[in-house]
Nanobody, 115 residues
Framework: QVQLVESGGGKVQAGDSLRLACEAT????????MGWFRQAPGKERELVAA???????NYTDHVKGRFTISRDNAKTMVYLQMNNLKPDDTAVYYC?????????WGQGTQVIVSS
């Protein structure tokens, strides 16, 4: 069983940066590919970044070059460094396994980017 708690969101202006953090509890954290998802108002939740057990990463084209996902297996943490934020990045951000596990969805952390 894994529990995920996201933090680090906030209200920023376009061009600013934020670092999101996801704390995972559960012995099996180190066996999962982890990802950051986001859900914008009126849109479906989408995967924006993923990191595998060996540290390889993948990003959706919308965030490539601006966002960086990382993980610390010893601390069971997953991070998302977001630079040069844009109004289109406004969403609630969640972490989860990849593919997502329904029972692991947390509250998410809201990011609002104003122009």
């Amino acid at each position: 069983q894994v529990q995920l708690v996201e933090s680090g969101g906030g209200k920023v202006q376009a061009g600013d940066s934020l670092r999101l953090a996801c704390e995972a509890t559960g012995r099996t954290f180190g066996t999962y590919t982890m990802g950051w998802f986001r859900q914008a108002p009126g849109k479906e939740r989408e995967l924006v970044a993923a990191i595998s057990l060996d540290g390889s990463t993948n990003y959706t084209d919308h965030v490539k070059g601006r966002f960086t996902i990382s993980r610390d297996n010893a601390k069971t943490m997953v991070y998302l460094q977001m630079n040069n934020l844009k109004p289109d990045d406004t969403a609630v951000y969640y972490c989860n396994t990849v593919p997502a596990t329904d029972r692991y969805w947390g509250q998410g952390t809201q990011v609002i980017v104003s122009s």
